[in-house]
């Protein structure tokens, strides 16, 4: 049984054909419409979701299925204790594939090992976050024409931010792509990314505290937002809430041609006067988000034998 957990259970070759069937439904979606006529996915969302759960609901209703689940533990059965062994388990009678996203790191690892149905990891905990990845890489192409030999900036909150750590992962399989991290001292990098990711593919990265000063150098901007959920103390969160929002003055030493991104929900981290700069990609990248996950919904089924 084919899950994805981590960006990294995908090949680069098996990345590069999702994004290429993802622009053609694209560009094509009523070819689509009927593709999975009588197909079930479950959404099992242990935890908050606007983008990622609509779009996985809104993928496969656009690929002729329904979609049934939950988009809170508390009105599922883990609030009376069940483990997400079980659920999955159960699950698996109802549904042909399941998007599930957890708090606890490792969750969605642990229902694929008790499933008789494809898992997607919708994110887990500070970990992962493949399905965004996959967003963020098909909006960069998109935008950029190609995913290799560009510098990346990545900025915000770098230790909680399970999306920068998936995102990271699939890169540094790119050719010629520089990492720039820029963050607050408490909110770098883990030392497992740094480690099992940056330092042992061989890729160029540094770190910084000034977003401006590093700026004119980046071809891809990807903001994030300081991760509240994930803070220990309220105080912590309240000093460093604010410690990167991106300005219009700040922009004015940014190239041309750089792309922003952003996983949204944004906080302040990008002033609203940003929208309508033809640099800002956010929404755009909103809008890759239902055509990957549809691309990926079809190539599990079809490896599933569904
Ligand atoms: C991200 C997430 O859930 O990790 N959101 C998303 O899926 N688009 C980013 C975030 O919550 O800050």
């Given at each position: 049984m084919r899950h994805l957990i981590d960006i990294r259970d995908l090949t680069h070759e098996e990345i590069l054909s999702l994004l290429d069937l993802a622009d053609d439904i694209m560009a094509h979606p009523d070819s689509y419409r009927e593709r999975c006529r009588y197909k079930k996915l479950a959404t099992l969302f242990f935890e908050p979701s606007t983008r990622t759960r609509l779009s996985f609901e809104a993928a496969m209703m656009e690929l002729g299925g329904n979609v049934l689940g939950f988009s809170e533990a508390a009105s599922?059965?883990?609030?009376?204790?069940?483990?997400?062994?079980?659920?999955?388990?159960?699950?698996?009678?109802?549904?042909?594939?399941?998007?599930?996203?957890?708090?606890?790191?490792?969750?969605?690892?642990?229902?694929?090992?008790?499933?008789?149905?494809?898992?997607?990891?919708?994110?887990?905990?500070?970990?992962?976050?493949?399905?965004?990845?996959?967003?963020?890489?098909?909006?960069?192409?998109?935008?950029?024409?190609?995913?290799?030999?560009?510098?990346?900036?990545?900025?915000?909150d770098l230790k909680f931010g399970r999306t920068v750590h998936?995102?990271?992962?699939?890169?540094?399989?790119?050719?010629?792509?520089?990492?720039?991290?820029?963050?607050?001292?408490?909110?770098r990098l883990p030392g497992y990314v740094k480690q099992d990711l940056l330092s042992r593919s061989g890729c160029g990265y540094t770190e910084a505290r000034d977003l401006a000063?590093?700026?004119?150098?980046?071809?891809?901007?990807?903001?994030?937002?300081?991760?509240?959920?994930?803070?220990?103390?309220?105080?912590?969160?309240?000093?460093?809430?604010?410690?990167?929002?991106?300005?219009?003055?700040k922009l004015a030493g940014a190239k041309d041609s750089l792309a922003i991104l952003h996983p949204l929900p944004r906080v302040n981290?990008?002033?609203?006067?940003?929208?309508?700069?033809?640099?800002?990609?956010?929404?755009?990248?909103?809008?890759?988000?239902?055509?990957?996950?549809?691309?990926?919904?079809?190539?599990?089924?079809?490896?599933?034998?569904?």
């Open positions: 599922s059965s883990a609030s009376k204790g069940e483990s997400v062994a079980d659920t999955v388990r159960v699950v698996g009678c109802y549904a042909d594939i399941i998007a599930m996203r957890h708090p606890k790191e490792g969750a969605p690892l642990a229902a694929a090992m008790h499933s008789t149905v494809p898992i997607i990891n919708a994110g887990d905990g500070g970990h992962n976050h493949p399905t965004q990845t996959l967003t963020d890489l098909m909006t960069i192409r998109r935008e950029r024409g190609s995913l290799e030999n560009f510098t990346i900036g990545l900025c915000g998936s995102l990271i992962a699939a890169l540094t399989r790119c050719k010629g792509v520089k990492f720039v991290c820029i963050s607050p001292d408490e909110l000063e590093v700026l004119p150098e980046l071809d891809v901007l990807y903001m994030t937002r300081v991760q509240r959920e994930r803070f220990f103390n309220e105080e912590d969160y309240l000093r460093l809430k604010d410690c990167y929002i991106l300005t219009p003055e981290e990008i002033d609203t006067a940003i929208d309508s700069d033809k640099r800002a990609c956010y929404f755009r990248q909103a809008l890759c988000g239902k055509f990957v996950r549809m691309a990926l919904i079809l190539k599990l089924l079809e490896e599933a034998g569904k």
